[in-house]
């Protein structure tokens, strides 16, 4: 079945002058139209057009201007009457009311592209905060959005996220391990990222050699030490351990706590916890050796 096009096309509006000779004008524009149009009587209309400007075309034919090319002849010859009257006429009310809700709306979409902006501006400004290395960004270069191209924010080396996650150098930090289609980026851009995966990105990418984040468990673990309630007992049989005084366990040395020896161990061997060297009392009456973070498990805590 063939598809058929058709094309319809819509009245203009009627002429609304702001100027009292316009009937007697427009009847004398009539009259020169009834003759044949020669290309001189034509060059004359693109003449008075071009001197004049359109805005004073509109408002001597009452309605916007579209130009010779989409005018009638009349409205040639009603150019050409008014010119030699050195008519001067304000622009219709119509176009006025038109142009002043049009200038209106030209200033909200400005306001709120501004806005927009400033919104991205504070957004990069808190990630490039929050985040531990160094980046740059770049533009899309194959594709473009409503809002222009999407930019990413790509590390100035390689990064790494998570447990092992790499983040190759110049490349935007959202783009997946292996991507089949990478990205086509541009030099770096003097503006901010406004990529949500990267920016999502930022504050959990770290140096190669910086250690992986702490695991929920470990968190925990952390927050138990920095309460205060994780202490090495050396009871009086059997070796020292290391006990949670938060939680009373039901096997050996229960009134002790729970046993969290091989986890805090872990967190010893990061760097992240240390043992004081004096004894100090519990909240249960007991005496050992108190575990507290270091600078680099209150980072880890905090980061």
């Given amino acids: 079945m063939r598809r058929r096009v058709v094309t319809v096309l819509l009245p203009r509006p009627e002429p609304e002058p702001a100027y009292a000779l316009y009937q007697e004008v427009r009847r004398d524009a009539e009259g020169r139209d009834r003759g044949p149009l020669g290309p001189e009587d034509l060059k004359r209309m693109y003449k008075v057009a071009e001197r004049r400007g359109r805005d004073w075309c509109t408002a001597v034919l009452g309605h916007a201007f579209p130009g010779i090319d989409r005018s009638t002849s009349v409205d040639g010859w009603t150019l050409i009457v008014a010119d030699e009257l050195r008519l001067d006429p304000p622009l219709p009310d119509r176009v006025v009311r038109q142009r002043a809700l049009q200038k209106e709306a030209e200033e909200l979409r400005a306001k709120q592209e501004k806005e927009r902006q400033e919104r991205e501006q504070r957004r990069w400004d808190a990630a490039l905060a929050a985040a531990g290395v160094e980046v740059t960004v770049r533009e899309n270069t194959r594709h473009t959005g409503v809002g222009g191209s999407l930019r990413h924010a790509a590390p100035t080396v390689d990064v790494l996220s998570g447990r092992s996650r790499k983040h190759p150098a110049d490349r935007g930090l959202c783009e997946t391990p292996g991507r089949a289609n990478p990205l086509h980026l541009s030099d770096p851009v003097n503006a901010p990222a406004n990529c949500y995966r990267c920016l999502g990105w930022m504050e ?17 673990m952390l927050e138990l030490v920095k309460s205060g309630v ?16 938060s939680t009373r366990s039901n096997a050996a040395w229960g009134a002790l706590g729970r046993k969290v020896d091989a986890a805090v161990k872990k967190l010893e ?20 050796d108190c575990w507290r973070l270091t600078e680099a498990g209150t980072a880890a805590l905090e980061g």
């Fill in 269 to 288: 061997t990061k760097g992240w916890v240390r043992k004081d060297e004096k004894f100090s009392k519990t909240e249960g009456g007991h005496y050992g």
């Fill in 204 to 220: 959990k990418v770290r140096p190669l050699d910086a250690p992986a984040p702490p695991t929920v468990a470990e968190r925990r």
């Fill in 230 to 245: 994780v202490f090495t007992f050396r009871p009086a049989r059997g070796g020292p351990t290391i006990r949670d005084t």
